[in-house]
């Protein structure tokens, strides 16, 4: 049997994760990442990442968000880091059809990555 999540379900699924995202006493921060989790570049994310959720919808806040100064390398993935540096999430990174998508793969040592809009969805089924 599929579960079907009504919207209070999914809400509560949501800020979850906004919740795990800001435990700790440090910084959240998204990396980007080569596939072997060495990280190219780092974006700290606002004190709250993000907003309350919208029928399981979250988005994140401050955007746009950059590194200015990226370590550098190719990006395969990306990870979501809580406060206390404990990874809470992560997904894929190309240049279209990924969790999230960029105009390039290969970010050079010193190139500023910006970005400009992130959700996460918990779905209804």
């Known amino acids: 049997m599929a579960l079907?999540?009504?919207?209070n379900a999914r809400d509560a699924c949501s800020n979850a994760i906004d919740d795990l995202v800001n435990t700790g006493g440090g910084t959240s921060q998204l990396k980007?990442?080569?596939?072997?989790d060495v990280e190219v570049a780092?974006?700290?994310?606002?004190?709250?990442?993000?907003?309350?959720?919208n029928t399981g919808v979250i988005t994140l806040a401050g955007v746009?968000?950059?590194d200015t100064s990226a370590t550098g390398g190719t990006v395969a993935q990306f990870s979501i880091y809580n406060r206390a540096s404990t990874k809470v999430l992560?997904?894929?990174?190309s240049t279209s059809g990924a969790s999230i998508?960029?105009?390039?793969?290969?970010?050079?040592?010193?190139?500023?990555?910006?970005?400009?809009?992130?959700t996460i969805t918990t779905p209804a089924t």
């Open 4 to 7: 079907t999540l009504e919207t």
């Open 32 to 36: 980007f990442e080569t596939s072997g």
């Open 42 to 53: 780092t974006i700290d994310l606002q004190s709250t990442a993000f907003g309350a959720s």
């Open 64 to 66: 746009p968000l950059s």
């Open 90 to 93: 992560e997904g894929n990174v």
């Open 101 to 118: 998508n960029i105009s390039s793969l290969s970010i050079g040592a010193g190139d500023t990555v910006t970005l400009t809009s992130f």
